[in-house]
């Protein structure tokens, strides 16, 4: 199918193109984008104008814990491609389990589906799950979610085995006996709320093993949902050292902090949790700088799970369908230019993930999000499709909706 | 950012914390509970504030001496009071908070006095019966967590008034661990909306909170230099699961830095009065000598108490 997308403000972060161009897709690929490929006819055409058409989004962390509603959220927020943690239940630790989520996310047809394997027999962090079979079912790298691995020995172990076959290890830094109690960053505020607190070194502590243990066994590690400024700067330092770590943001800790909590307020309960100003603005800065990606760290949570006295509420907010209006929210309070902010949940995504996606370049599979940068909308319960309808971010008007999703060439969402 | 506690008219309907309650608030409540402390004295100890209305003890943590307190309060002023031991049995087979909140007022409750022991229960309480709009219904926090536990902290106030009359003179010590206390976290908040222009805070770094300084407060480690001069100490309860983890060596240790003497009370003023919010632990936070001395007023502070927590449910039942 031949199809055209006109009058719209093409952004492709990546091949630095931002202008107004038609795009052309053949065969579910970019074929062109201004000038027509030669002897197209158009078998469709998608009117843009107004619009914003970019690389379809790529979400480095997106719990889908029912798979139709969130993959149907996913498409709804632009996001083609999402990045699923292991943290399911039972967790994905068995090439099976890996081969069935990738089997069904393809029946469905809506985001492409990317598993993390489980690095460790359900996530326990002692003995190591089958990574090659799982990457053979499709995962894409190892994880712990955000589960620490306790023992130093068996993180050694896991970083030179995936070494071994050049497989990277996502982890999310957090010190276990840090964090283990605590429920609310350690500072002014839950000093304030009688709040048990993870102290900033839950953060430093573990990126501290994670990077010298790179540094011994070369393995290629991710690290997921900064929370720090310290914890930034150590990565940042091993990065200079030409080590091979990277690392992600969640959307959220990019715009709200400690102060956020207010009185009690569970949709203010992340993990890792927000933490102070001077962190939000090292955070922000860092991804202002291109050091990083933005995510949405999607974690739907039932309404009985939010209701709930602040420590007892599950962590996590529902994030694929505001993944795009809070990093456009994020860049102007960041004064980052539009095309950079794309390329922070596009390119630099599919940097850290090694995919040949997140352009639209000739030749590159047409995932495409289209959406209007200056609609507004109240995210509502009723507005999300996502099954997880607790947001810190519910009753506020929120800047950009998503008009239309292709993925590989075919439209999947129309607003 | 919208206070629960208060109304639309800036009255108290719910009372959650002393945090972000005005001075007047206070003074109202203080004053309230001098005119009630005449009715504990009488022979019949009745007003008929509270008639036809239904108090209940909410508790999902144990305490004998809160409960008994509230129970002999709200019975004062007229209520019926219905006590709830709600343990984690009951909230194992899966009712949740809320769900028992929607119970208790189909059964026409006027007023809640909540005790639980997560930070910010009585707020999520709070904030539902405003959602199911249910403003007739009141809550009164009796401990949440380390959080708040404000009608202690206002009997302390009344104890501090009753003894040094002005609070903008003083010099406050509170002694122990601040970290796990709601009661200092209530009385900080009180001291500073009061005016007392020195509030310091007593104890070992790994029973203190961090940033304590924001709250207006002044860190001490060594106790002879802490109490130099104080019109007021406020001892806390030492819990006895703080002494198994690593926050402390040993009862000993901690007494022998920490614990009130004789010898380390003399160097607070003459007329320096010694509170507790019970129960004591003898040997271990406080000697017997102080305890059970001239300057203690452990046990007029239980009898303020009740006072107190009258003036409270008849003063947010009221609004």
């Known amino acids: 199918m031949n199809i055209e997308i006109k009058n719209g403000r093409v952004i492709d972060p990546k091949n630095g193109v931002d202008r107004k161009a ?33 690389p379809g989004l790529i979400d480095l962390g997106a719990r889908l814990n029912s798979i139709e509603a969130e993959l149907a959220a996913a498409v ?3 996001v083609t491609s999402v990045v699923v943690p292991p943290d399911a239940d039972p967790p994905l630790d ?74 990277a290890i996502w982890l999310q830094p957090q010190d276990h006996w840090l964090s283990r109690n605590g429920i609310a960053h350690e500072g002014e505020v839950s000093s304030r709320l009688g709040l048990a607190g993870i102290p900033v070194a839950a953060e430093t502590i573990a990126v501290g093993t994670i990077v010298q243990l790179v540094r011994d066994t070369g393995c ?8 720090s400024a310290a914890g930034v700067a150590l990565i940042q330092r091993a990065q200079h050292e030409g080590l091979p770590v990277t690392f992600d943001i969640g959307v959220h800790h990019l715009l709200l902090t400690e102060n956020d909590i207010g009185y009690f307020n569970p ?20 991804a202002a700088a291109g050091l990083a990606p933005i995510c949405s760290d999607h974690t739907p949570v039932g309404a009985d799970d939010k209701l709930l006295p602040f420590g007892e509420a599950k962590p996590g907010a529902t994030g694929l369908e505001v993944l795009l209006p809070l990093t456009l929210k994020w860049a ?20 850290v993930l090694g995919l040949a996606s997140g352009e639209l370049g000739v030749g590159a599979v047409a995932d495409i999000c289209i959406f209007d940068p200056e609609a507004t909308w109240q995210l509502t319960p009723e507005a999300l499709k996502s099954r997880g309808k607790n947001s810190p971010w519910i009753g506020y008007m929120l800047t950009g909706k998503v008009k239309s999703t292709l993925v590989g060439g075919r439209v999947v969402f129309e607003a | 950012m919208h206070n629960p506690q208060l109304n639309k008219d800036g009255e108290l309907t719910h009372l959650l914390s002393i945090e972000g309650l005005p001075q007047r608030i206070l003074t109202q409540i203080l004053d309230t509970a001098a005119s009630f402390m005449e009715v504990s004295a009488r022979d019949v100890k009745k007003v008929p504030l509270l008639r036809g209305k239904s108090v209940f003890n909410l508790f999902f943590e144990n305490s004998t001496r809160t409960r008994t307190t509230f129970e002999i309060a709200a019975k004062r002023l007229s209520a019926d009071v219905i006590n709830l031991d709600i343990n984690k049995s009951s909230t194992a087979k899966g009712e949740t908070l809320l769900d028992t909140i929607d119970n208790l007022v189909a059964m026409h409750a006027n007023l809640f006095v909540v005790r639980h022991a997560s930070s910010g229960a009585p707020y999520l309480i709070a904030e539902h019966l405003q959602r199911i709009g249910r403003d007739d219904v009141h809550v009164v926090n009796a401990g949440d967590g380390r959080h708040a536990h404000p009608t202690q902290g206002l009997l302390d106030m009344y104890t501090i008034r009753h003894y040094k009359k002005d609070f903008t003179q003083l010099r406050v010590a509170i002694v122990g661990d601040i970290l796990h206390s709601r009661v200092a976290r209530s009385d900080i908040h009180a001291l500073t909306t009061l005016g007392v222009p020195e509030v310091r805070a007593i104890g070992p770094e790994t029973l203190l909170p961090k940033h304590l300084d924001k709250l207006g407060v002044h860190v001490f480690h060594d106790m002879n230099e802490g109490l130099k001069d104080v019109d007021v100490v406020i001892m806390l ?9 690593a926050l402390l060596p040993s009862a000993g240790e901690y007494f022998r830095h920490y614990g009130l003497t004789p010898q380390k009370l003399a160097l607070a003023k003459p007329d320096a009065i010694v509170m507790h919010p019970g129960p004591m632990n003898r040997g271990i936070e406080i000697h017997s000598a102080v305890a059970d001395g001239p300057q203690a007023v452990i046990l007029p502070q239980v009898t303020f108490g009740i006072a107190v927590r009258m003036a409270v449910m008849s003063i947010v039942a009221g609004n």
Do not use: W
């Not at chain 1, 062109?32 to 009117?47: H, I, M, Q, W, Y």
């Not at chain 1, 949709?267 to 860092?286: C, E, Y």
């Not at chain 1, 230019?337 to 940097?351: G, Y």
């Open chain 1, 22 to 54: 038609t795009l052309y897709i053949v065969d579910g690929k970019i074929a062109g984008l201004g000038d027509a490929p030669a002897g197209f006819s158009a078998d469709k055409t998608v009117d843009a104008a107004g619009c914003v058409v970019c």
């Open chain 1, 267 to 286: 949709h203010a309960r992340f993990s890792p949790p927000l933490r102070a100003q001077g962190d939000r603005q090292a955070l922000s800065t860092a």
């Open chain 1, 94 to 167: 068995e090439p099976e389990l890996a081969d069935r989520l990738v089997h069904r996310g393809a029946e469905i047809g809506k985001a492409r589906v990317l598993p993390l394997g489980a690095l460790t027999l359900g996530l326990q962090g002692e003995r190591l799950a089958e990574l090659a079979g799982l990457k053979k079912a499709g995962c894409v790298a190892f994880s712990q979610a955000n589960r620490t691995v306790v023992d130093t020995e068996a993180l050694l172990r896991a970083m030179e085995y995936a070494a071994t076959f050049g497989f």
């Open chain 2, 237 to 245: 309860r030492l819990q006895n699961e703080r002494m198994t983890g």
């Open chain 1, 220 to 227: 290629r590690v991710h690290l997921t949902r900064l929370s």
């Open chain 1, 76 to 78: 709804a927020g632009g």
């Open chain 1, 332 to 351: 102007e309070e960041a004064k980052v230019t539009l095309p950079d902010a794309l390329a922070r949940i596009t390119s630099a995504p599919a940097k």
